[in-house]
């Protein structure tokens, strides 16, 4: 069982950056593939960035050039450095791990409102 727990959200105007983290439970992080979701309201999550055990990178078209995922296995944490928000970004973020299985933290909220 892996356990997930997200920090860092809260609200910003347009144009603003905030950073989340994720810090995961587990001897073998550095062997999880990590990623980061986003559920809007009234919409299906969705994948937005995620990061292999080797540290390979991947992100979904509409943040490409404003966010960052990266990880520290040292500290068991996966990041989200998020730059440029827009009010379209607004939505719970959730982190993501699979290790055999797929395992989610809580959620942690992001308002991008003027």
């Known amino acids: 069982q892996v356990q997930l727990v997200e920090s860092g959200g809260g609200s910003v105007q347009p144009g603003g950056s905030l950073r989340l983290s994720c810090v995961a439970s587990?001897?073998?992080?550095?062997?999880?593939?990590m990623g980061w979701y986003r559920e809007a309201p009234g919409k299906q999550r969705e994948l937005v960035a995620t990061?292999?055990?080797?540290?390979?990178?991947n992100y979904v078209d509409s943040v490409k050039g404003r966010f960052t995922i990266s990880r520290d296995n040292v500290k068991n944490t996966v990041y989200l450095q998020m730059n440029s928000l827009k009010p379209e970004d607004t939505a719970v973020y959730y982190c993501n791990a699979r290790y055999f299985d797929f395992y989610w933290g809580q959620g942690t909220q992001v308002t991008v409102s003027s």
């Open positions: 587990g001897s073998i992080f550095s062997s999880y593939f």
């Open positions: 990061i292999s055990s080797g540290g390979y990178t």
